[in-house]
């Protein structure tokens, strides 16, 4: 059976999936899923039936439907190993996931619009009081990341040596988000060196948010 992506172009969880998929060069059919706040299909039964929480991207497979985007990254990877997005040596391993869960559990969650849009309407923040809870979070993620590459010690191009890991498939989604936002990430001067060489990869190139068909033509 084919693998069925419910996705959408703007969505950094997505884009992690897109990256694996193409990295590991396996087919896949493209689904998209309007999250954008004129339609919202993702909060409508169709796809509630798919994922309960509502939230993108969902990979179907054999019958299967997955959430969250670590365990579809890791469920590729053990039935496509090749190339592996995890290093071998199980220290170096755990390196990786940590990275990578920084961004997914202590990082995303708190800039998610859907948090942001909480706050505005649950607790009255301002325009200017959102933005310094974003910049505020986006600091302390992004100094920490930079700070875990640092430690690892290795001399790159990417996070963890001189091939993608699943790192880099997190990092670029949320570091392209801060600075379509105009963030100050001069700070952050080993995160914006992998980003560079990410973004000149042919996989990350294709799972790019203006490589997918439902990118807007007048965007």
Not at 43 to 49: E, P, R
Request: proline share 8%.
């Amino acid at each position: 059976m084919t693998y069925r992506l419910h996705t959408f172009h703007a969505n950094s969880a997505g884009r992690r999936v897109r990256t694996a998929l193409h990295l590991k060069n396996i087919p896949f059919e493209y689904v998209s899923v309007d999250i954008s706040p004129g339609s919202q299909e993702q909060l409508g039964a169709a796809y509630g039936a798919i994922n309960p929480m509502r939230l993108i991207p969902a990979l179907e497979h054999d019958g299967v439907i997955l959430t969250e985007s670590l365990a579809i990254i890791e469920y590729l990877e053990e039935l496509h190993p090749d190339p592996a997005l995890y290093p071998s040596d199980p220290m170096k391993k755990a390196q990786v996931r940590a990275f990578a869960m920084t961004v997914a559990a202590a990082i995303h969650p708190l800039n998610n619009t859907r948090v942001i849009k909480f706050l505005g309407q649950e607790y009255q923040f301002d325009q200017a009081a959102v933005a310094k809870w974003y910049i505020n979070w986006a600091d302390k993620g992004l100094f920490a990341l930079e700070t875990l590459v640092a430690r690892a010690g290795t001399k790159g191009p990417y996070c963890f040596g001189e091939a993608p890991t699943v790192a880099d498939l997190f990092l670029v989604p949320q570091y392209m988000n801060y600075q379509k936002l105009g963030l100050d990430l001069t700070a952050y001067p080993r995160l914006k060196a992998i980003v560079e060489t990410c973004n000149a990869h042919p996989a990350f190139i294709k799972a790019a948010p203006e490589n997918q068909p439902d990118f807007p033509a007048d965007a």
